[in-house]
């Protein structure tokens, strides 16, 4: 009987587990029941969990679908494992799933998880907690029927055939082989009232974490950002660190850091070098870091990044954002196609005002030829009928043939006798370089950030081949390319046919 009792009142913690009480600053009921757990700390004493910044705030802000991008060792890994613990434990018939990047990472989660049973009073784990098996990463407790696994994203296997009601992803950016693929199968599992928390710190520009982070907005995901800061213990009291640089100065006033916050950072460049940018973030862009030599000035681009607004409209879901709406001028629109399928690269669509170069709208999606050729000629008749220039390669003779056809828009760009824009071997190089001069020269011309991500992990390869960082994409680039470079060439046609004609107004 007094197994019973206990068991129906862990139930009865389960139903109020999602309550925030006012008097609770934003936490939930859940929050109060994990400070019951224990863990371990930093000096290897079992002790309560005592909240972070970081973890007070993700706890705070958390809902149904959460990503977080963090500094190393925050502790959001330890406190989600203990949030969908407490679920376990007081819910019947859930199942919380852990992924870790590793086998060896997998072990270390089991350890904090079988804490936190291990440490529960001895006659709840005999009583209304009893597990049936408790090995292999794998806790399962018979009276709820709940459970609580621990797996590695290396089992491609990991999840199937599982209804999955919390599902955590750990160090998603250093998952194995095809991450995209797996963790497709694991968020197949679970349902749409379920949780799930991907999180990790970055590694690299490119690649299945960093593709979710940007696309977070379209996804329905929670952004959570936790640079190295919010961990109280990142500091070194004591130790002398004026005169501050500028670049120091600057972050001090931003982040209200203290002396002894700006001599650990110090201490992270000195270790880390170039690598304390990703492993110890401080900005959601800037960790990202790209291998391979970006082609375009990394300085200039995280600074306009910096200064980047969100768009003045954004609509259709995201796919299409403005930036300047149509005004009493000439417009140009550059296009780069794709096959349209839910994977692979993106169709894009960039208009520029002609006289500036200035970059208005851009559409971005996965796009069939026919509703491809159907947004750009919408776009393109919302700014006064622009030049449309349709990069003919590959599926762009699809585009060309149906904007012709079934669109009948005639302000076609043609090169030669031929409409739209071939991109070759000796065009190619010429575009980019025109399109890294107008970067260089005037960045507020770029209002994407879209955009300009894709210029962070434009690199040059070892065989001075220039394009995409693996995983990454440059479809945004490559469109505005090709529309400044028919602006340039527009522009040159314009100069010399003026040296012709003497003074002879040209329209």
């Not at 990472?105 to 998880?113: G, T």
């Not at 003779?397 to 302000?411: C, M």
């Not at 060439?489 to 100069?495: E, I, N, P, Q, T």
């Amino acid at each position: 009987m007094d197994a019973l009792a206990d068991l129906e009142a862990l139930l009865a913690i389960g139903k109020v587990l999602d309550l925030r009480p006012p008097a609770l600053g934003g936490l939930t009921i859940r929050d109060v029941v994990v400070r019951l757990l224990r863990i371990r700390d930093r000096q290897g004493r079992l002790v309560e969990p005592f909240f972070n910044g970081a973890q007070h705030e993700f706890a705070r802000r958390a809902g149904r679908r959460s990503i977080v991008l963090k500094a190393r060792q925050l502790g959001i890994t330890t406190y989600v494992a203990a949030r969908f613990f407490v679920s376990a434990v007081t819910r019947p018939g859930v199942l919380s799933v852990q992924v870790a990047h590793d086998q060896r990472a997998a072990e270390q989660i089991f350890r904090i998880v079988h804490r936190f049973l291990e440490n529960l009073p001895e006659w709840l784990r005999a009583g209304a907690l009893v597990t049936s098996r408790a090995n292999v990463r794998q806790l399962v407790f018979p009276r709820l029927d709940s459970e609580y696994r621990v797996e590695t994203a290396a089992d491609p296997s990991a999840g199937r055939g599982l209804t999955i009601h919390h599902l955590h992803c750990s160090e998603v950016a250093r998952w194995p082989g095809d991450a995209a693929a797996t963790l497709a199968a694991l968020r197949a599992a679970v349902p749409r009232d379920g949780e799930v928390v991907l999180e990790s710190t970055a590694n690299g520009a490119a690649g299945c974490f960093y593709d979710e982070w940007q696309r977070a907005a379209e996804t329905g995901y929670t952004r959570h950002f936790f640079p190295w800061w919010w961990e109280p213990s990142y500091a070194r009291p004591g130790v002398e660190v004026a005169p501050l640089t500028a670049e120091e100065e600057e972050l001090r006033r931003r982040e209200r850091l203290t002396p002894a916050q700006i001599a650990y950072r110090r201490e992270l460049q000195a270790s880390f070098r170039g690598l304390a940018p990703q492993e110890f973030a401080e900005d959601e862009h800037g960790c990202f870091l790209a291998s391979g030599e970006c082609v375009f000035d990394l300085e200039i681009i995280q600074r306009r990044l910096a200064e980047c607004g969100p768009p003045v409209e954004s609509r259709e879901n995201g796919t299409l954002e403005i930036y300047w709406p149509p005004a009493e001028k000439q417009y140009i629109l550059g296009v780069d196609p794709a096959g349209g399928g839910a994977a692979g690269d993106y169709a894009c669509a960039q208009v520029i005002e002609r006289s500036s170069g200035m970059q208005c709208a851009e559409l971005r999606g996965h796009f069939s030829p026919r509703e491809l050729a159907a947004r750009a000629a919408r776009l393109g008749r919302d700014y006064n009928h622009a030049l449309l220039v349709v990069e003919r390669n590959n599926h762009g003779h699809g585009v060309l043939a149906l904007l012709e056809s079934l669109e009948r828009y005639r302000n076609l760009y043609l090169d030669g006798r031929q409409p739209g824009w071939q991109t070759t071997s000796a065009s190619r190089p010429e575009m980019l370089e025109n399109f890294g001069a107008v970067l260089a020269e005037a960045p507020h011309l770029f209002s994407s950030r879209r955009l300009l991500e894709e210029c962070r992990t434009f690199v040059r390869q070892a065989d001075g081949y220039c394009a995409a960082a693996s995983g990454a994409h440059d479809d945004c680039i490559v469109a505005l390319a090709i529309a400044l470079e028919v602006r340039r060439k527009l522009a040159g046609d314009f100069r010399n046919r003026k040296l012709e004609l003497g003074s002879l107004p040209i329209r």
